[in-house]
T-cell receptor, first 114, second 114 residues
Framework: DAKTTQPTSMDCAEGRAANLPCNHS???????VYWYRQIHSQGPQYIIH???NNETNEMASLIITEDRKSSTLILPHATLRDTAVYYC???????????????FGKGTLLTVNP | DAGVTQSPTHLIKTRGQQVTLRCSPK?????VSWYQQALGQGPQFIFQ???????QRGNFPDRFSGHQFPNYSSELNVNALLLGDSALYLC?????????????FGPGTRLTVT
C-alpha cells in the first residue's frame, strides 16, 4: 500500500474551515484515498473516500490533486466535536477474494479551539 | 440498528495469562477485522475473518489467534501475554460483497498487562 505523509498536528478556530493535507506521492492508479478520524478513546470513524474526482458528503469534502499525489480533507465549519486524530489512508479496491486491510499512520491531531 | 459492539470494555491481565476479546459486527456485515492500537500510535492490522476463516493476517505472532462464528461474531485470543500487548484492541466490520466499503469500528477493548 502507498505510504502517506500528514502533519503531526494542526489547529483550527471553531466555525472556520479545517483543511487537512495528505501527501501520497507513490499512489498507484487503482488505489483509493480514504479518510478516517478517531475521537479520543473511541474507535476510528469513516469520513470519506475518493479515487480521482473531488467528493463531498455530509461530513466533509475531499479534494484530490490532478496528479493524485496529494489530497486535502476539508471540514467546512469545524466544531469542538471535530477535535480528533485524522488518518489519511491509501488502499486498493477489493480483489482476489480478500478485503484489503487498512494501514494507519500516526495521523494528524486536529484541535478545534473556541 | 446496533453498530459494532465489543466486550469487555476494559481488562487487566498478568504476564503469561491468556485473554479472549469478543466482537459483534454491525447488522448486515459478514467480515470482521481486528486491530491493535498502542498508545500514541495508529491502529495496526492483526487479521481479518470471513466465512469463519482467517483471510488476511498482519505482522503479529502466532500468540494472536481468532475465530469467527456462524453468526459472524468473532473472538480474538492472545496467549502468553507480554507487557507489550497492552493496547486498545479494535474490531471493525464490513460487508464482503462490496468492492469498496468503509469499515465500521467498535469502541475497543482496553487491555492492560501487568
Amino acid at each position: 500500500d502507498a505510504k502517506t505523509t500528514q502533519p503531526t498536528s494542526m489547529d483550527c478556530a471553531e466555525g472556520r474551515a479545517a483543511n487537512l493535507p495528505c501527501n501520497h506521492s507513490t499512489i498507484s492508479g487503482n488505489e483509493y484515498v480514504y479518510w478516517y478520524r478517531q475521537i479520543h478513546s473511541q474507535g476510528p470513524q469513516y469520513i470519506i473516500h475518493g479515487l480521482k474526482n473531488n467528493e463531498t458528503n455530509e461530513m466533509a469534502s475531499l479534494i484530490i490533486t490532478e496528479d493524485r499525489k496529494s489530497s486535502t480533507l476539508i471540514l467546512p465549519h469545524a466544531t469542538l466535536r471535530d477535535t480528533a486524530v485524522y488518518y489519511c489512508i491509501v488502499r486498493p479496491p477489493r480483489s482476489g477474494g480478500s478485503n484489503y486491510k487498512l494501514t494507519f499512520g500516526k495521523g494528524t491531531l486536529l484541535t478545534v479551539n473556541p | 440498528d446496533a453498530g459494532v459492539t465489543q466486550s469487555p470494555t476494559h481488562l487487566i491481565k498478568t504476564r503469561g495469562q491468556q485473554v479472549t476479546l469478543r466482537c459483534s459486527p454491525k447488522s448486515g456485515h459478514d467480515t470482521v477485522s481486528w486491530y491493535q492500537q498502542a498508545l500514541g500510535q495508529g491502529p495496526q492490522f492483526i487479521f481479518q475473518y470471513y466465512e469463519e476463516e482467517e483471510r488476511q493476517r498482519g505482522n503479529f505472532p502466532d500468540r494472536f489467534s481468532g475465530h469467527q462464528f456462524p453468526n459472524y461474531s468473532s473472538e480474538l485470543n492472545v496467549n502468553a501475554l507480554l507487557l507489550g500487548d497492552s493496547a486498545l484492541y479494535l474490531c471493525a466490520s464490513s460487508p464482503f460483497n462490496r468492492g469498496l466499503y468503509e469499515q465500521y469500528f467498535g469502541p475497543g477493548t482496553r487491555l492492560t498487562v501487568t
